[in-house]
T-cell receptor, first 114, second 110 residues
Framework: SQTIHQWPATLVQPVGSPLSLECTVE??????LYWYRQAAGRGLQLLFY??????ISSEVPQNLSASRPQDRQFILSSKKLLLSDSGFYLC?????????????FGAGTRLSVL | SQKIEQNSEALNIQEGKTATLTCNYTNYSPAYLQWYRQDPGRGPVFLLLIRENEKEKRKERLKVTFDTTLKQSLFHITASQPADSATYLC?????????FGKGTTLSVSS
């Protein structure tokens, strides 16, 4: 069966520090991968998605970047965190041939930038 | 712009009643809509998908409807239980991605 791992679960970082969040998927090949952010009182905001190694689509211009160095690995990064980067970050995957983009989410990372 | 909206942020009902949550869309015609459940501090979990040519879809105590005239999907939980308390999200397709509504937080009291 397929599983998605996301870490760390919680993270407290000072303003201006770098960020690296990692997501890996097991039990499938060539999945579509997604990063979302959920700020307090707001909905899920799609940040990046990837349909293959090295292929990244950005949905919202911001202080973050994403990379997909391996088929089942998706990394969210920042060189310098802002206070506004605080939120709940979720990674998700979708089988490449899935019907209608049904997505499977990781447990999330709660990021607090202080 | 193409919007998907869940107008009610919160819904409080008593155990045993039917909960009805609403998802509206404007300025487009989605081929399908999806519904997810999200518990506090957890990632969303897929529940149901309904296509534009389907009027209704059921799964155990869950029922979803799709009304293309009203541009609306309704999500029903019958015989609700306290364990059904969660935030429910609707989503529409956008290419290879999904766009989510802000969600409705359901609280079922015993």
């Amino acid at each position: 069966s397929q599983t998605i791992h996301q870490w760390p679960a919680t993270l407290v970082q000072p303003v201006g520090s770098p960020l690296s969040l990692e997501c890996t998927v097991e039990g499938t090949s060539n999945p579509n991968l997604y990063w979302y952010r959920q700020a307090a009182g707001r909905g899920l905001q799609l940040l990046f998605y990837s349909v293959g190694i090295g292929q990244i689509s950005s949905e919202v211009p911001q202080n973050l970047s994403a990379s997909r160095p391996q088929d089942r690995q998706f990394i969210l990064s920042s060189k310098k965190l802002l206070l506004s980067d605080s939120g709940f970050y979720l990674c998700a995957w979708c089988p490449i041939l899935a019907a209608k983009n049904i997505q499977y989410f990781g447990a999330g990372t709660r990021l607090s930038v202080l | 712009s193409q919007k998907i909206e869940q107008n009610s942020e919160a819904l409080n009902i008593q155990e045993g009643k039917t909960a009805t949550l609403t998802c509206n869309y404007t300025n487009y015609s989605p081929a399908y809509l999806q519904w997810y459940r999200q518990d506090p501090g957890r990632g969303p979990v897929f529940l149901l998908l309904i296509r534009e040519n389907e009027k209704e879809k059921r799964k155990e105590r869950l029922k979803v409807t799709f009304d293309t005239t009203l541009k609306q999907s309704l999500f029903h939980i019958t015989a609700s239980q306290p364990a059904d308390s969660a935030t429910y999200l609707c989503a529409r397709g956008a290419g290879t991605a999904l766009i989510f509504g802000k969600g409705t937080t359901l609280s079922v009291s015993s």
